[in-house]
């Protein structure tokens, strides 16, 4: 098995490095930098906006080039967290708390030095496990039948609804409400209109692009574009000298960068979780194990690897269920399902068969893409903390321009525009009711698959709903939703815990 997955990673490497997928990859890595720096403007708005770009791009370079923004905005997030105390996006949130005291001691540089090195590590090791563990999980997943595929996804929606932020009830009404935009059109088995509403515009359904880009383009633009507080950039200046950690420090850093690569690839296998969640838990066992918790908060070093490494590691580690299930952990992962979908790929186990080119291709991108971040990161800080002086009012009227060309530039239809702008407003009226829509995407991407497995099940059982017990494995997914569901019953009866971070505003969506 080893033998044939270095042999396939091989091959990988030969597709990333043709010249026009080492662009792409180079491209994304590039705007997933950038955009790490500025609040408000997170992967999940820029991959909206470039998704219409990948019309006019093959599969394999689209598919790079909208990964490396993903995981090219945790490196950008960290320059701002420890340098300006600025959490762009939640994740960074909690690198601020050790991270920042250490700028103002003199110690940003070393900070940044030993951050690339544990996120370098941190990816490496979720790029390692993709690379064993998801050929052994596409075999599994090969057993399945419509029941299994069925519970299956109703875990990934659940979990993805509950355990992301934001109130759990609220998460699964929106996730309800991303199932029921996912079947308006043409019912594909009795030809019958299904909420289009006598529109014949909408009988082919709502484009995924002009959801995406009106919820994340258009609605988190105008939720935050008041919101952005005036940069201090007063500790900010480092040079390349200053990266360099001392002995000491990297000594402290081994143990707790393992750690927290560790903890950040177990919650990248529970759908959902996302990277937040991992760095949170990973500076709270870091924390709790040290024998100085006391000093945690005023510039330890052990409180920023950490954090860092577990979010990379997890980052790269929601890649596995997505790539070989087609089941995405999060919402930029079902966009990133949503670009393949655009291609005419169908994502799921037979993903690796029939495409092995976009998946061990995106492999050995990870590695190309996290090396370029390491050498990017060092010459750009510089770069990066001028881009923040720049008024919001330009960056973001100037995203609005590139998002209305986009939605007209995919189908030359006027209609998708309004259909965009209609979105973005009842995103925005979603968000100031304290409904994040980020799970609205994941039930509209799942939401046609799951609606075909269920009709499967129900034709091979005559309509007996109880064939997702009767099997074993549809049994298991069964129990861990109703695990899931007896959890967060339990967790809200019990009450809230002291929150970890109680000051820091996060920004953004994830």
Known sequence: MIGTALT???????????????????VGVLVGNMVGVLPGMGPLATISILLPLTFGIKPVGAILMLAGVMYGAQ???????????????????????????????????AALGATVFASFVGA????????????????????????????????????????????PLKGV????????????????????ERFTFGMTHL???????????????????????????????????????????SKEEMKRTIAPMFRGTLIGSLCSLIPGTGPTIASFVAYATEKKISKTPEKFGTGMIEGVVCPEASTHSSVQGDFIPTMSLGIPGDAVMALLLGALMIQGIVPGPQLIKEHPDIFWGLVASFWIG??????????????????????????????MFFVCIGVY???????????????????????????????????????????????????????????????PISAVFVFLCVLLIGLQIYVRIRGPKKPLVPVLETQGAE
């Open 203 to 245: 009988d082919d359904g709502i484009e995924l692009i002009a959801l995406a880009l009106g919820l994340f383009g258009i609605g988190e633009f105008m939720n935050s574009v008041n919101q952005v507080s005036t940069v201090n950039a007063k500790y900010a200046k480092v040079g390349l000298k200053d990266m360099r950690p």
């Open 173 to 192: 009404a929106m996730t309800v409400l991303g199932l029921m935009l996912g079947i308006v059109g043409t019912d594909i088995e009795t030809g019958a």
């Open 8 to 26: 396939d990673l091989w091959y990988g490497f030969g597709v990333a490095l043709e010249p026009h997928n080492i662009v792409w990859c180079f």
């Open 409 to 471: 530039a995919a189908n030359n239809d006027m209609f998708q525009v309004g259909e965009t702008a209609v979105i973005g407003a009842l995103g925005y009226v979603l968000l100031r009711l304290g409904f994040h829509p980020a799970p609205i995407l994941l039930g509209f991407v799942l939401g046609p698959r799951f609606e075909e497995n269920f009709r499967r099940a129900m034709l091979i059982s005559r309509g007996d709903l109880g064939v997702f017990v009767e099997r």
């Open 124 to 167: 490496s090791w979720g790029i390692t496990e993709m690379i064993f563990l998801a050929p052994v999980l596409v075999r599994v997943a090969m057993e399945f039948g419509p029941a299994e595929i069925c519970s299956l996804m109703l875990l990934g929606l659940l979990a993805g609804s509950t355990l992301a932020r934001g109130s």
């Open 370 to 399: 996290n090396i370029m971040l390491v050498i990017l990161n060092v010459p750009l800080i510089g770069v990066w903390v001028k881009l923040l002086t720049i008024p919001y009012k330009y960056l973001y009227s100037s995203a």
């Open 75 to 109: 490196y950008g997030g960290a320059i701002c967290s420890i340098l300006l105390n600025l959490p762009c996006h939640p994740p960074h949130a909690v690198t601020c708390l050790d991270g920042f005291p250490m700028t103002k001691q003199g110690r940003g540089g």
